[in-house]
């Protein structure tokens, strides 16, 4: 049944954010930890699951850089091995962690400060007082400004001129503002879910079918680049068995080359082409 719908990630979908969000991750994690947290493991994180959103991420991080510290019975990766073993996500992380070193390494863990950080780190000074009114707890240039968008302007103009398009993305809604204008790309509010209004974080389908029944759609793709966003299609092909979901897997983010195209294939994804500019040739196969 051919497309009506096309429902868009954000980051390393339309934008590389290799030196933004995942800089700012590392960069809390060493700040507020005092280690290093190599980019293998960030990876590592989002492949095991639940980690949709970047700041419990870098909570996830920070909990496995101190346990570690306070003698966690393994090193970093098995740990992270371990947390995607038993379905990944912050809830697991924590309840990994405290099994095996108690409450040593949460008792170290703020979490506000952690999003302060980071988002301090991201945003930078201006974009913060602009986002929170306040000032942020370190005065840096912000990580954003460092993003490159990947999406091309005729891409951009055949996917609005063809189909109905959607976000659906973890980021808050004002960095969803900032992006969009950066690319000079109009979406409408009620077209977009993201932090706020998602009913619930990916691998969950409930933003996927949200947008779904916003478009009145019967057959609707939806492009990511990490496995939560594959299995999101998945459950909601369980949940809505009427309308036909597909999954499109880009190489542009943290899976890349054979080694991604084999994972993202593993689980589900329909197709998986280099970057979204290979978007509207592929969408003829459906």
């Known amino acids: 049944m051919q497309i009506d719908s096309v429902i868009l990630d954000i980051d390393g979908v339309l934008v590389d954010v290799s030196e933004s969000y995942r800089r700012a991750i590392a960069d809390t994690i060493e700040s507020l930890s005092g280690e290093e947290f190599p980019p293998d493991g960030i990876q590592l994180l989002k492949n095991a699951g639940g980690f949709n959103n970047d700041w419990e991420l870098t909570d996830a991080g920070i909990l496995c850089t101190i346990a570690i510290r306070h003698g966690y019975p393994g090193d970093l990766l098995s740990l992270i091995h371990e947390i995607g073993e038993n379905g990944g996500g912050l809830a697991v992380t924590k309840n990994l962690i405290s099994e095996a070193i108690g409450s040593d390494a949460e008792d170290e863990w703020d979490p506000h400060t952690v999003r302060a950080m980071f988002q301090s780190l991201y945003l930078g000074k201006d974009k913060f007082l602009e986002c929170f009114q306040q000032h942020p707890i370190i005065d840096v240039p912000g990580y954003h400004l460092s993003e490159e968008i990947i999406i091309a ?117 329909d197709i998986v082409i280099p970057d979204i500019n290979h978007l509207p040739e592929v969408l003829l196969d459906f």
């Open 153 to 269: 302007p005729y891409t951009i103009e055949k996917l609005l001129n063809q189909f109905n398009v959607g976000i659906l993305t973890g980021r808050p809604l004002f960095e969803v503002d900032m992006v969009l204008n950066n690319m000079s790309i109009e979406i409408p509010s009620n077209h977009i879910m993201a932090m706020e209004n998602s009913p619930s974080k990916k691998p969950s389908p409930e933003g996927l079918l949200s947008l779904a029944k916003t478009f009145d759609s019967s057959s609707i793709v939806f492009v990511g680049d990490t496995i939560d966003d594959i299995k999101t299609v998945a459950n909601a092909k369980k949940v809505d068995p009427s309308k036909n979901y597909h999954s499109i897997g880009v190489l542009t983010g943290g899976l890349s080359g054979k080694s991604g195209t084999k994972l993202f294939k593993e689980n589900g994804a």
